[in-house]
């Protein structure tokens, strides 16, 4: 179907012997703001980085509109931007330089990238700092600039490994509302999160990833409905299907033997 932007077909990723991410299908569509979630270690950045094209899958195929990123890796680049949980930035280069750098790479016409970086810069409180070295930027100053950087070229498919984190409230909620405007206008964005809020308020459909599979996806409601609890948060459906409420349990269990004693 056309409007798919993200097809996972069969994707699968062993690192030697562990099987971390085992055949997962699905599909994104062109303006979706999909969550996906899952406890430490469950192959979120595993499958980010397949469909990003940094990671060779074992087998199965990632596709980005249509494009397989492994067979034609060019192009399908050329249509998405990944932020990583900690992005890799030139140090020496000024926040403006590095978003000029972005724009060559992607052979942004001068005024059309003066314009959007402009945009961005203000989106993101950043346009007094534009012109100091990335070294001397907080970490939630880094994060804003590489947001920044993948938004400069407007991709059509966006990849995020826990975007808000480092981020103030003033910035994670600045994102928040691009975000949402920019799947508005078409855009699918793809991104990973352990704040289960961020989910919960934002994303049009989640699918929540345990020990390499996909174990439930669908709109809140959808997944509410399936676990027969309407009143459930999201909290409430990824611990009870990622076992975290046992370890809640042995928690208690621990202090209850320390107050004993
Ligand atoms: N380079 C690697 N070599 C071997 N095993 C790896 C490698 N990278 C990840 N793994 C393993 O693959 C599994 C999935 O890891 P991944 O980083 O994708 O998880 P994640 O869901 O992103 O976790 P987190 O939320 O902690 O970032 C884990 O068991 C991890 O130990």
């Not at 599909?27 to 969550?35: C, D, M, P, S, Y």
Request: proline share 4%.
């Amino acid at each position: 179907m056309e409007d798919q932007s993200i097809k996972l077909t069969d994707l699968v990723k062993t690192y030697k012997r562990h099987e971390a991410v085992k055949r997962l299908n699905l599909q994104v569509n062109k303006g979706e703001l999909f969550g996906f979630l899952g406890p430490n270690g469950a192959g979120k950045t595993t499958t980010i980085k397949m469909l990003t094209g940094l990671l060779e899958p074992t087998s199965g195929s990632a596709e980005i509109n249509g494009i397989d990123i492994w067979k034609n890796p060019l192009k399908a680049k050329e249509r998405i931007a990944y932020v990583p949980d900690q992005p890799n930035l030139y140090p020496k280069l000024t926040g403006w330089d590095y978003l000029e750098f972005v724009a060559s790479v992607f052979r942004i016409p001068k005024e059309q990238f003066q314009t959007r970086a402009n945009e961005l810069l203000k989106i993101f409180s950043l346009t007094d700092q534009a012109d100091d070295l990335i070294e001397s930027y907080s970490h939630g100053m880094k994060q804003k600039i590489a947001i920044c950087g993948a938004l400069a070229h407007e991709p059509d498919v966006l990849f995020m490994d826990e975007p808000t984190v480092g981020l103030d409230p003033k910035s994670a909620r600045s994102l928040k509302n691009l975000l949402r405007e920019l799947c508005d206008h078409g855009m699918t964005v793809f991104l990973s999160t352990h704040i289960l809020e961020i989910a919960e308020q934002m994303c049009d459909r989640v699918g929540i990833i345990f020990e390499g599979d996909i174990i439930a996806l669908g709109t809140m409601d959808e997944l509410k409905a399936s676990g027969g609890h309407t009143d459930q948060s999201l909290e409430d459906i990824f611990l009870e299907l990622t076992g975290g409420e046992d370890q809640q349990a042995i928690i208690s269990e621990m202090s209850d033997h320390g107050d004993a004693k």
